[in-house]
């Protein structure tokens, strides 16, 4: 009892930014926001891995980690959305650990308290604690492998290199994306050999690294082969990215965009003089979309956090290696970014948690360094302390306090009424529909709108037609050979019942 007491002393600071983080995830929960479409997608293949049917839930997502992971959790919490919700907000919380270890290593403490409290503030992570995405645990791992990373480049113990292949074997099984953290450890691994001065030794070390990696990542990837569960389905999209950047064809829908730009640069007026909108937007498409990554990770980090690195010009110590690795990680995976944004012409904010996330021990420790500048500016230094802390705290607190339209709940639960049974054959628009109606295993029967029309007017097997509608787009309903008969509309959002007519 008094070493657990001594524990907490030590580290209350530590334990009341968990305990903040917990109460805002929690006030976000308390929101019962709808969850997010692919929720669905990972509760049905779950469903079917819960019932060992590991073949079927294959055929939902091709990797079964979480999926897996979620049936797990399901024994112990019988609501598949609560059980994906507890998937998402549990990891959230438990980032706090290794990014405090790491930012305290390879900085102080008071700059790993700063830089968790921001992480725990941050709406970009609080307001994705209803969702049910792989990105929470992903970063979990992420940032654990990071963390021993670092240790075993500081300290060179077995064990640090042992729990950086476990975590990033982890990470691979969660997101392909996790491919890039060997492709870092090489270049620390480089970095070591550099720096160290007995390479035996070190190459003794490697030779543990890699014998480790071949008996953890190689069986928890290919193990499962044996139970008609393909764990590596998608690491065959990192062969097929790697033959199309040799033989340039990453960037083939790239190249098509630009061929229609040029096309509209041609028919509009002016088309054929140099400098026009169209003729520039081409030219230098690559940094407008460099441009946007960058607006997209200073919205996510606020820009008040500028403040916070404009007081990185005081530190008195150079960078240290382990703060390279740092850096390294954050070029790589936000150059993925960069590559998959114009291979795609999109990109959500999730993709960008690591480069924002690796950003906070820097962050942290810009703040600290206002703090400690409150002895001679102590006016100018609060401010700008409380200003960085407050912005992300008053909009997590803005959007948890915000009224959620729940109107697809609503026609879910009326849905499950009206066909207890589930019997009629229906399609939809949206995978949250048959999620809330209870009819999980259907999301299959989810199509765009355009398509669905076509596809309910040709089956003549389809009964029912579930719409989930924008109010401020004035989508069009009206599908030929149906006519609603149930409509449930909400602030936002509008859903439609069509029934077919008899002939």
């Known amino acids: 009892m008094n070493l657990l007491r001594s524990i907490f ?30 929720g669905a997608l990972y509760i049905a293949a779950a469903e079917k891995y819960a019932h060992g049917l590991f073949a079927e839930g294959a055929r939902y997502y091709l990797m079964p980690f979480y999926p897996m992971l979620l049936a797990a959790i399901h024994l112990l919490v019988p609501n598949w959305i609560i059980a994906g919700q507890l998937l998402t907000v549990v990891p959230l919380v438990l980032v706090l650990w290794p990014l405090y270890v790491l930012t305290r290593r390879l900085f102080d403490e ?13 709406p970009i992570f609080n307001q994705d604690s209803t969702a049910i995405i792989r990105d929470p645990l992903f ?20 064990k640090a290199i042992i729990g950086f292949v476990l975590f990033t074997t982890l990470a691979l099984l969660t997101r392909i994306e996790g491919v890039l953290l ?15 001065q007995k390479k035996w030794a070190f190459l003794f070390r490697v030779i543990i690294y890699i014998l480790l990696f071949a008996t953890i990542a190689v069986p928890m990837l290919y193990g499962l082969d044996a139970v008609d569960i393909c764990v590596t389905s998608r690491m065959g999209e990192v062969v097929v990215w790697i033959e199309e950047l040799l033989s340039l064809q990453l960037f083939a829908g790239y190249q098509q965009l630009m061929h229609s730009l040029k096309q509209m640069q041609l028919a509009s007026s002016g088309g054929h003089y140099h400098n026009n909108l169209f003729e520039v937007t081409r030219h230098y498409a690559p940094l407008i979309y460099l441009i946007g990554l960058a607006e997209m990770v ?34 790589a995976f ?8 114009i291979k795609n012409n999109f ?47 008053s909009k997590s607190v803005a959007v948890a306090a915000r009224t959620q339209d729940n109107t697809v709940v609503t026609a879910g639960r009326w849905l499950r009424d009206y066909d207890p ?58 599908i030929h050979g149906f006519e609603p008969f149930k409509v449930i509309k909400g602030l936002k959002k509008t859903v439609v019942f069509l029934k077919r007519q008899p002939v």
């Open 9 to 38: 002393f030590e580290n209350r600071w530590f334990v009341v930014v968990v305990i903040l983080s917990l109460l805002l995830k929690i006030a976000f929960l308390l929101q019962n926001e709808v969850v997010n479409p692919d």
């Open 110 to 122: 008071q700059s790993a308290l700063w830089a968790t409290l921001l992480f725990a503030l941050l």
């Open 139 to 158: 970063l979990l791992f992420v940032m654990y492998a990071l963390m021993f990373l670092v240790n075993s480049y500081l300290d060179c113990q077995v």
């Open 182 to 196: 060997p492709l870092i450890s090489l270049w620390v691994v480089a970095i070591s050999w550099w720096h160290s």
């Open 298 to 331: 200073g919205k996510a980090m606020f820009p008040t956090t500028l403040l916070a690195l404009f007081a990185l010009r005081w530190r008195s110590r150079e960078i240290t290696v382990g703060r390279w690795i740092l850096l390294l990680v954050w070029l």
């Open 334 to 341: 936000l150059l993925l970014d960069i590559i998959f944004v």
């Open 347 to 393: 990109i959500t904010e999730r993709y960008l948690w690591i480069p924002v996330v690796v950003s906070l021990p820097w962050i942290g420790y810009g703040v600290h360094l206002w703090w400690l500048r409150r002895g001679q500016q102590q006016l100018i230094a609060l401010l700008v302390v409380v200003l960085i802390v407050m912005a992300p705290l």
């Open 421 to 478: 049974q589930r019997q009629l054959a229906i399609l939809y628009n949206d995978r949250r529909l048959p999620l809330y109606a209870n009819r999980v295993s259907e999301v299959t029967k989810v199509c765009p709108l355009n398509e669905l029309r076509k596809s309910a007017y040709l089956n003549e097997g389809v009964e029912i037609v579930a719409l989930y509608l924008s109010n401020k787009k004035n989508e069009v309903y009206a």
